[in-house]
């Protein structure tokens, strides 16, 4: 078997913001002091006059991004999810959910897989934080093609939005010629019988790695991957649900409040079926690699197949 | 237009507000009567806007960081023609789309939802920087509250300006002294207000009275000459300016009057009114 290609979400976003600068010249990109991190140096290198270091203030970011989107310009404003999403949660609600203003937000090193840094900057609750906002649209991408397509569907967009991307590089899974985003609409990867796996950002990799052991054991997953977080595709999940009857969610977030809160909120009312949530079980994270924390806390193939099994009673 | 013009226009601005914490049997009717004039200056005579046309492209634009005080702002929006004065007392009510604090999508004139301290600034920031990166001549003005630049996110917009040299902007305080726990300098003091400015690279006026038209006129035209920074006018007003009972009262901050109390700010009213007719 070939090496597979590995590239950060991050990665794809910083060339994505640079790719599209000349399509889009009312986009601006905002950072707060992280632009090496961030990846949106690549787009400051291309467009330097369109490119604002606020400095390290998170909160006067997301202001001055409303601002600028109320001159008619398309803001994108970057930083990891712990600032963008916790530290300037107030901001990001009021200064833009409320005016429902066009501006962009790029959050990235979102999720345990910032690594070494530890759970101080491991953000594990940006999804649940910000699916409470109305009107905020949130993308996560499952890996730098995704990641792409959902800068350009976000672009074209008018309103806010929200985009998660990761640190550590991921495989590339969605490189076909066929491969279509669309904001709202899930992309049902395998079809399966016995049990639907919905996964979003980089767990849907490991959706796809636990389900070829599960068709080993044989047992059939349906596996759906979720880029868009809200709104929701609702009808793709129930349909999947009625189908197979038991339902597992996978995700690289707290199992509260973000992709598997808003799953069972929709099957409790469309399909009530047994749900198990995968992701971080309401515990902070540790310094550590990328791969070992996936591993430890059950979040890549190996561990994804495990819960999985144990779900269906099977372990 | 001239400044006696302007007091009378302020004059039916602080009714106006009056009128709207009334009806709403709540707000903020301090705050808005110690930067009426401040109002009435702005969308009178500085600004160029036109209440036909809220959304002219290169307006001025305005942001009321002390959100709280939107009766004030609706007053004076109402006064110059955005909407009817008569729905001013709506201020509140449900189905009413004067909300209360400004918000963007409901009330004509109002260019930033705002309420939540420390906010406005920093949009305020985004549109001049906005204006400038796109070329445009358009200004842009912010009105805080001296109990509001407590907030940290007013330094981080200020440093932002001030390293920007944004002279499109400017930055009004209104130094009423009071914050809704008491005098600011007992409850955490926020000053010298000025030289914090001036230490963000801040071109600062001091405006010794901010309810004085003279002194209002002509620190808008020194922030209008002001070149390669920023300005911030700190403007030392009364608050429950022009009501006889609300002046220098803390109590004033986040409260409406009952009926009789509406009865004698009125008549306070019609006496400076009638005086000013008389010049």
Redesign the interface.
């Known amino acids: 078997m070939s090496e597979v290609k590995k590239v950060a979400t991050r990665e794809a976003y910083g060339n994505a913001l640079a790719e599209f600068g000349e399509s889009y010249p009312d986009m ?1 990109v905002l950072d707060a002091d992280l632009a090496a991190a961030t990846k949106t140096g690549v787009f400051r290198k291309k467009f330097p ?2 490119h ?1 270091d ?2 390290i ?1 998170e ?2 970011m ?12 398309i ?1 994108v404003a970057s930083t990891f999810a712990m600032f963008a999403a916790g530290r300037a949660f ?2 990001v609600r ?2 833009i959910g ?3 203003l066009n501006v962009k937000i790029g959050a990235t090193h979102a999720g345990i897989t910032v690594g070494e840094d530890g759970a101080s900057h491991q953000c594990n609750e940006d999804i649940a934080l910000m699916r409470t906002i109305p009107g905020m649209t949130i993308l996560n991408p499952s890996d730098a093609v995704e990641a792409r397509a959902c800068v350009k569907a976000a672009l074209d967009y008018v309103g806010p939005v929200y985009m998660r991307f990761g640190r550590a590089a991921v495989p590339v899974i969605n490189d076909r010629p066929d491969y279509h985003f669309e904001i709202g609409k899930g992309q049902l990867l395998k079809e399966g019988t016995d049990v639907t796996v919905v996964a979003t950002g980089i767990l849907v990799n490991s959706a796809l790695e636990a389900a070829a052991k599960l068709e080993a054991d044989g047992v059939s997953a349906e596996v759906i991957n979720i880029c868009t977080i809200k709104p929701l595709d609702k009808e793709l999940i129930i349909r999947s649900a009625k189908k197979t009857g038991r339902v597992v969610t996978a995700e690289e977030h707290s199992i509260i409040g973000g992709l598997g809160g808003a799953v069972c909120e929709a099957l409790c009312e469309g399909a009530p079926v047994p749900v198990c949530r995968i992701g971080i079980r309401d515990v902070f994270g540790e310094s550590g690699s990328a791969a070992a924390l996936l591993e430890k806390y059950e979040l890549d193939g190996e561990g994804v197949y495990r819960q999985i099994r144990s779900f269906l009673g099977k372990a | 237009m001239d400044n006696l013009e302007l007091m009378k226009h302020a004059n039916d601005v602080r009714k106006g507000i009056v009128a709207a914490v009334h009806g709403a049997k709540a707000g903020h009717p301090g705050g808005s009567l110690s930067a009426a004039d401040i109002f009435t200056f702005l969308y009178f005579e500085e600004m160029n806007i036109d209440p036909k046309n809220p959304k002219m492209e290169n307006r001025d634009r305005f942001v009321l960081s002390k959100g709280h005080t939107a009766p004030g702002l609706y007053s004076a929006l109402a006064n110059r023609g955005y909407f009817p004065v008569e729905d001013l007392p709506t201020l509140r009510h449900l189905g009413s789309y004067l909300q209360g604090h400004p918000c963007l999508q409901h009330v004509p004139g109002v260019d930033m939802s705002s309420g939540s301290l420390g906010q406005g600034i920093s949009a305020a920031v985004g549109m001049a920087l906005g204006a400038r990166m796109s070329g445009k001549e358009f200004r842009v003005y912010t009105l805080l509250g001296d109990g509001e630049i407590e907030e940290g996110q007013v330094w981080e917009a200020a440093m932002f300006a001030g390293h920007r040299k944004l002279d499109n902007l400017v930055v009004i305080v209104d130094n009423n002294g009071l914050q809704i726990d008491g005098p600011i300098d007992q409850v955490c003091s926020p000053n010298p207000i000025d030289k914090k400015f001036e230490a963000f690279n801040f071109h600062v006026i001091n405006l010794k009275d901010g309810n004085d038209m003279d002194q209002i006129r002509a620190a808008f035209a020194e922030a209008r000459a002001t070149k390669g920074m920023p300005t911030a006018i700190i403007a030392h007003t009364l608050k429950g300016k022009g009501v006889s009972f609300m002046e220098g009262s803390v109590d004033w901050h986040g409260k409406a009057p009952n009926d009789a109390e509406f009865e004698i700010a009125m008549a306070d009213l019609e006496r400076i009114g009638e005086a000013l007719c008389q010049k």
């Open positions: 601006v006059e369109r604002i606020c400095g203030a909160a006067n997301m202001g001055i991004a409303a601002g600028l989107s109320l001159t008619g310009k803001p107030e901001q009021n200064s409320y005016p429902h």
